[in-house]
């Protein structure tokens, strides 16, 4: 993450909340970043959600919350970053989160592009 220029962190909802592995990444590696003078500092970071129904607005907000503690820039898109499925695959179905991944990224490589040259 140190040398990363950009981060994408995705976590499937589950009951309202990011996911263990992703909770102790972010407790973890906030840890460091903070005690090392903010080492993510400027870096861009985007969060991904999962979904089959609810409670994905709490994820995204949580690993939002991590981007932001951490002094990082978060680009913006056509609608809060969540795709909707149940099984692998599902989120092919779901045009509008597709389109909102796609926009996500093509803002990440302007900022990129334009913090990075």
Do not use: Q
């Amino acid at each position: 993450m140190e040398e990363a220029d950009g981060i994408i962190l995705g976590s499937p909802t589950y009951f309202c909340n990011v996911s263990t592995e992703l909770k102790a990444l972010i407790d973890r590696a906030g840890l460091v970043s903070i005690a090392n003078e903010y080492i993510l500092r400027r870096k861009v970071g985007a969060a991904v959600v999962a979904m089959r129904r609810a409670g994905a607005a709490h994820v995204y907000s949580s690993i939002n919350y991590f981007f932001g503690i951490n002094h990082m820039i978060i680009p913006g898109s056509s609608y809060w970053n969540l795709g909707i499925g149940l099984k692998p695959g599902d989120i092919l179905k779901d045009k509008e989160g597709l389109a909102t991944f796609r926009d996500l990224g093509a803002n990440m490589a302007w900022l990129l592009e334009k913090l990075c040259g």
